[in-house]
T-cell receptor, first 110, second 115 residues
Framework: QKEVEQNSGPLSVPEGAIASLNCTYS??????FFWYRQYSGKSPELIMS????GDKEDGRFTAQLNKASQYVSLLIRDSQPSDSATYLC??????????FGTGTKLQVIP | DARVTQTPRDKVTEMGQEVTMRCQPI?????VFWYRQTMMQGLELLAY????????DSGMPKDRFSAEMPDATLATLKIQPSEPRDSAVYFC?????????????FGSGTRLTVV
């Protein structure tokens, strides 16, 4: 079992719709959870972090965490073509190394 | 804007040659990571350092790869001898030791092609 699992996609959504990206992790002791966005040919960019159960909102982005189910998600409201990218889920325990999922490719169709 | 600087941006080399990639972390960051990214494997952690000390290099093929931090402003990743299967994008990332809580900043990467 991979430590961090994501559906590779591509996930296609029409412009203006809500995109929902999901991630599961295997280490129950994980404490910090991140979403990185990576445009094609570019480096990953941190867009959201979440540390406690529940929702965290930042503009059009909402991160959701459920530690009991070992599940973290990212919602993108009012999706724009510029949101088309690969989204990487990353997990860490304390000060230890960050483990990445393989990413979900999102395509927002105009 | 503070940034992680990686050189070279692109490298094409012949099999068997030595390759050296360099990374300048953000000033003040004390944790540095080397990742390799391929389509098949995604982001793989090769090595990481905290306060210049290597903490984990278990993801690195030790017979050919080596990672060092000769000083706080420079991290290097060497491959000797290089093989075609080493072709990938190599990323350096830096952060504070609390970065496990706050995330890290990535450099723009070195695209390595071994022919």
């Amino acid at each position: 079992q991979k430590e961090v699992e994501q559906n590779s996609g591509p996930l296609s959504v029409p412009e203006g719709a809500i995109a929902s990206l999901n991630c599961t992790y295997s280490d129950r002791g994980s404490q910090s959870f991140f979403w990185y966005r990576q445009y094609s040919g570019k480096s990953p960019e941190l867009i959201m972090s979440i540390y406690s159960n529940g929702d965290k909102e930042d503009g059009r982005f909402t991160a959701q965490l459920n530690k009991a189910s070992q599940y973290v998600s990212l919602l993108i409201r009012d999706s724009q073509p510029s949101d088309s990218a690969t989204y990487l889920c990353a997990v860490t325990r304390g000060y230890q190394k960050v483990t990445f999922g393989t990413g979900t490719k999102l395509q927002v169709i105009p | 804007d503070a940034r992680v600087t990686q050189t070279p941006r692109d490298k094409v080399t012949e099999m068997g040659q030595e390759v050296t990639m360099r990374c300048q972390p953000i000033l003040g960051h004390n944790t540095v990571f080397w990742y390799r990214q391929t389509m098949m494997q995604g982001l793989e952690l090769l090595a990481y350092f905290r306060n210049r000390a290597p903490l984990d290099d278990s993801g690195m093929p030790k017979d050919r790869f080596s990672a060092e931090m000769p000083d706080a402003t420079l991290a290097t990743l060497k491959i000797q001898p290089s093989e075609p299967r080493d072709s990938a994008v190599y990323f350096c990332a830096s952060g504070l030791s609390q970065g496990g809580l706050y995330g890290y900043t990535f450099g723009s990467g070195t695209r390595l092609t071994v022919v």
